[in-house]
């Protein structure tokens, strides 16, 4: 079990993905709300699947592989990897 990377409080959070999310809630690609659905969700410890990954938040989505968040896609982008919801929970 761990949490996803950019939540991490033993390592900075890649200041270019906090960047992107930034830019998309000033332009409304994204929602307030989600955005603090995406940290409430980072900081829950879970279990990962090993491989690729995808969690959907409505106005965009989270791609990581294992505990390493990869990227965002907004939400009419197709996402790879397993589907997350809440049943890896921790």
Not at 52 to 68: N, P, S, Y
């Amino acid at each position: 079990m761990g949490k996803c990377r950019l939540a991490n409080s033993t390592s900075d959070p890649p200041k270019s993905k906090v960047e992107k999310l930034l830019d998309r809630v000033r332009t409304r690609e994204i929602t307030v709300d989600d955005l603090m659905a995406f940290r409430e969700w980072a900081e829950v410890a879970r279990q990962y699947p090993s491989g690729d990954w995808c969690k959907d938040f409505r106005t965009f989505k989270a791609v990581g592989t294992g505990l390493e968040l990869d990227t965002f896609l907004n939400k009419e982008q197709p996402c790879w990897g397993e589907r997350l919801d809440d049943r890896f929970r921790g």
